[in-house]
Nanobody
Framework: VQLVESGGGLVQPGGSLRLSCAAS????????MRWHRQAPGKERELVAG????????NYKDSVKGRFTISRDNAKNTVYLQMNSLKPEDTAVYYC?????????WGRGTQVIVSS
């Protein structure tokens, strides 16, 4: 199993980034996927989730209306479109899924929102 995040970087407040998570080693289309983030000195938190078919999503309250999670099961990839970014969105972003009670994680991609 491998999850590889990409797309992070430095962006000014109000800017946008699109994160990608390329999955391999498992039947991607069978599993819900999630994006989490961890800011310096804080616990990792759930940001967004999407069902296996992509027909339902959920979001942390503070990102609703700004972030959009989506997936392409043909490409084994889950995305996080982040708009209207704020300094408090600065964190390492991780994609994740759970199988048989075990959580799988990527290594993360750093997002820094700063002027």
């Amino acid at each position: 199993v491998q999850l590889v995040e990409s797309g992070g970087g430095l962006v000014q407040p109000g800017g946008s980034l699109r994160l990608s998570c390329a999955a391999s080693g498992f039947t991607f289309s069978s599993y819900a996927m999630r994006w989490h983030r961890q800011a310096p000195g804080k616990e990792r938190e759930l940001v967004a989730g999407i069902t296996s078919a992509g027909d339902s999503t959920n979001y942390k309250d503070s990102v609703k209306g700004r972030f959009t999670i989506s997936r392409d099961n043909a490409k084994n990839t889950v995305y996080l479109q982040m708009n209207s970014l704020k300094p408090e969105d600065t964190a390492v972003y991780y994609c994740n899924f759970a199988r048989l009670g075990y959580d799988y994680w990527g290594r993360g991609t750093q997002v820094i929102v700063s002027s």
